[in-house]
């Protein structure tokens, strides 16, 4: 659910992750709470308007969310990444680490020594 996703939410109205975590919660709940006492909803997300009546569901997408799925250049712009899995699995992390531009800011610490002091204390 990208849409409902608290983090970016959060960071846009300025408030805490855990605060729009419960409001989200909150308002799945009182969805339940109305079809269980047989209350007919309308919910209105703008691509999409989701009916539910008599607790039947009903869904029905824009004609601008319609025509834009359609399109065939859609899929490449809601991918993360266009690298094949095959390619992604084989590639060590620390190469891209290391090419990355946070990675030659920053030095990776020594393994056995991040070790060997952690096991100290």
Known sequence: MIYCNPVPIAAACLL?????????????????????????????????????????????????YKSSCKDKTIENQMKRAITPVSQTWKSSYTKTFAQSTLGTLLAKPNNEVVRTLNDKT
Do not use: H, M, P
């Not at 919660?25 to 989701?50: E, H």
């Open 16 to 64: 805490g992750k855990e605060v729009v975590n419960d409001a989200l919660n909150t308002i799945f709940l009182a969805i339940i709470d109305l079809i269980k006492y047989n209350k007919d909803l309308n919910l209105n997300f703008g691509f999409a308007n989701i009916r539910i009546a008599n607790r039947g569901l009903k869904v029905v997408f824009s004609q601008d």
